[in-house]
């Protein structure tokens, strides 16, 4: 089955996260005391490793155990939000405009991500409110480190060998093995770029996240339910 297959498509995913917020609304509404654990799950992955169906089965999972609404976010959710403004105004708007939390997040990062504030401020301020809501998880976006500083967030990541990565950009993209592998590189060095000069951080250091699941031995079945048993046993 091609990897695409497993990926929800973002407006699903954007009507995930509509009702979501929804529901935080008309709890809030009722007086509703959040409860005190309602944690936050960062996935983070090497460029050609699969992360979606992990946290997508993970995501089942959690509102089996918890009996509670969970919400995938992502980038591509978060732009296309952002683009429609209407549905923005209406989503984001509640997240946390005056959020406590994010000026102590932000100032631990290197002077560059101010100097790029106009993308990666909002981006932030987004994931830290949809952190400090809990019942989340944070697909990619730096999410283990923005969001580090919030009690009961949990991070992992998914890594693999490059043989396993190329073959799996080469299955998934229909494209030669050679190129799959340049590709594969050249996207990860990307990412590293990215974690070190708008974040100030080495995505790949073990040090940040609590568990490491390795793609080539790892099924995303499997992750999830390592994970699940991490958090809520």
Known sequence: MPDNLYIPSVDLRIG???E???RQKEKAAKHFKKPEFRPCITLSREYGCTGYPAAEALREIMVQRTGEEWVMVD?????EVARRHNLSSEILKSLGEDNRILAQVLSTFSPRWKSNHDYFLPLAKHIVALAELGNVIIVEMGGAVITRHIKDSFHFRIYGSAHFKS???ARRLQIEAEEAEKLMLRGQKIRNNVSRDFLDADCND???????????RCTHDKIAETIADFIWP
């Open 16 to 18: 995930a996260l509509e």
């Open 20 to 22: 979501y917020n929804r």
């Open 75 to 79: 980038s591509d959710v978060l732009e």
């Open 167 to 169: 073959a799996k950009l």
């Open 206 to 216: 073990p040090a940040l996240y609590h568990l490491l699941f390795n793609n080539d």
